[in-house]
């Protein structure tokens, strides 16, 4: 949640009120502009959009997996929504629920 332990409100963590039929409209002209890409069959830009945001994407970070713990870089995600995480030298693929970062010490 970018610094904050737990999920909050916009109003209360920037201490101001916004615009929420405003924000409602860039929400949807934002979804419109996605399921345009979508129906264009535009896949290649979606998923350098995605890549591109991905939480830790090429960073070195320590991951759990069947009790193991290791570190290994996130380098792609699979058309089946796999992640392919660079791990000792090799490309090692993982389903969603099968892995997890493990958490910063702090």
């Known amino acids: 949640f970018g610094g904050l332990d737990t999920a909050t409100s916009l109003k209360k963590h920037h201490k101001k009120a916004f615009?929420?039929?405003?924000?409602?409209?860039?929400?949807?002209?934002?979804?419109?502009?996605?399921?345009?890409?979508?129906r264009n069959q535009n896949?290649?830009?979606?998923?350098?959009?995605?890549?591109h945001h991905?939480?830790?994407?090429?960073?070195?970070?320590?991951?759990?997996?069947?009790?193991?713990?290791?570190?290994?870089?996130?380098?792609?995600?699979?058309?089946?929504?796999?992640?392919e995480i660079l791990v000792d030298g090799a490309i090692r693929t993982f389903s969603l629920k099968t892995i997890s970062f493990r958490p910063d010490p702090d």
């Not at 759990?64 to 713990?69: I, K, L, N, R, T």
Request: hydrophobic share 40%.
């Open 54 to 83: 991905l939480y830790r994407f090429d960073e070195l970070a320590e991951f759990c997996s069947e009790g193991q713990v290791f570190k290994g870089k996130i380098v792609d995600v699979a058309d089946n929504g796999e992640l």
């Open 19 to 38: 615009d929420l039929e405003f924000l409602v409209r860039k929400i949807c002209a934002c979804i419109q502009i996605r399921y345009e890409q979508l």
């Open 43 to 51: 896949t290649q830009r979606l998923h350098k959009d995605y890549i």
